[in-house]
Nanobody
Framework: QVQLVESGGGLVQAGGSLRLSCTAS????????MGWYRQAPGKQRELVAT???????NYADSVKGRFTISRDNAKNTVSLQMNSLKPEDTAVYYC???????????????WGQGTQVTVSS
């Protein structure tokens, strides 16, 4: 019932910037949090940044000071501004959403299809 549409991935040179965006659509009662995770080849998926509907943010130590997450609750959109990109940031980035599909049911986690971010040396 909830679909996440991602955009903004691509190829960039080290030191450059990219902005990822994700919009939730479909039928749902409420969204409590949205965020971004990433997975490099041969590695586990890891948290990058999250933001709650109330505005609380959480960042991985490796991206603090370089990445900024923001949200627009009215548009059900979350964005990730990535500056000073490094080759180690290369990964598939996945949008994540924690939402209640309808009233009186528990929250579920939803995932986007992933968007490739490649940072060249």
């Amino acid at each position: 019932q909830v679909q996440l549409v991602e955009s903004g991935g691509g190829l960039v040179q080290a030191g450059g910037s990219l902005r990822l965006s994700c919009t939730a659509s479909g039928t749902f009662f409420s969204i409590s949090a949205m965020g971004w995770y990433r997975q490099a080849p041969g590695k586990q998926r890891e948290l990058v940044a999250t933001v709650t509907s109330g505005g609380s943010t959480n960042y991985a130590d490796s991206v603090k000071g370089r990445f900024t997450i923001s949200r627009d609750n009215a548009k059900n959109t979350v964005s990730l501004q990535m500056n000073s990109l490094k080759p180690e940031d290369t990964a598939v980035y996945y949008c994540n959403c924690r939402a209640r599909p309808k009233a009186w049911v528990r929250e579920y986690e939803y995932w986007g299809q992933g968007t490739q971010v490649t940072v060249s040396s």
